[in-house]
């Protein structure tokens, strides 16, 4: 086990972080996409404009309410992200995918009010109709991930349950972005 992590560390990381630096063919820049009405917005009821990516490096976590366990493993680096990182530098905006669940909309939306009160870092969002999914070929019915840099380029886009060794590799991805 620790040859694993220690290969992760000395070889998987360095590469990450080395193609993470330019453009890549893969990387795409997100489309700007506004939120509001019927097809969403902020918690708060205000529209969302994407355009608020530009000039931070930003993890969005894009997921189905039905599969936010996925994420659970994510949890404590989010919180040290919260505790370490500069937010004139770097932000968090969560989104929930309000059509690709049957709990009904209103009960998701109390539970994420309380939830802004309690993390006042992250920006929570409800895409009410898959705007997201369809703009920014998101995986429906899943737990997304994305680390986008200053330029709206996803430098880092991960889908579904996490595996090992992957956490560490977005963790060290986004710190070292922030530190620069």
Do not use: C
């Not at 330019?22 to 355009?51: F, Q």
């Not at 530098?89 to 209103?106: D, E, M, R, S, Y």
């Amino acid at each position: 086990m620790k040859y694993y992590s220690a290969f992760i560390v000395l070889i998987i990381i360095p590469i990450v972080l080395l193609t993470a630096e330019s453009p890549d063919p893969e990387t795409r820049i997100l489309p700007h996409i506004i939120l509001e009405g019927n097809n969403g917005s902020y918690a708060n009821g205000k529209r969302w404009d994407s355009s608020i990516l530009q000039g931070m490096i930003t993890l969005l976590v894009y997921f189905d309410p039905d599969e936010r366990d996925k994420g659970k493993i994510f949890m404590s680096t989010l919180e040290a992200f919260e505790k370490d990182l500069d937010f004139n530098q770097f932000q968090t905006i969560l989104v929930v995918n309000l059509k690709a669940t049957l709990i009904p909309g209103f009960l998701i939306k109390a539970a994420i009010k309380g939830q802004v009160k309690d993390h006042p870092k992250r920006n929570y969002i409800f895409d009410n109709n898959l705007v997201l999914v369809k703009n920014w070929e998101l995986d429906n019915n899943e737990y997304n991930t994305l680390v986008i840099n200053e330029e709206s380029r996803v430098i880092y886009n991960h889908s579904g349950k996490w595996k090992e060794g992957e956490i560490l590799i977005i963790d060290s991805l986004i710190r070292s972005h922030v530190r620069r």
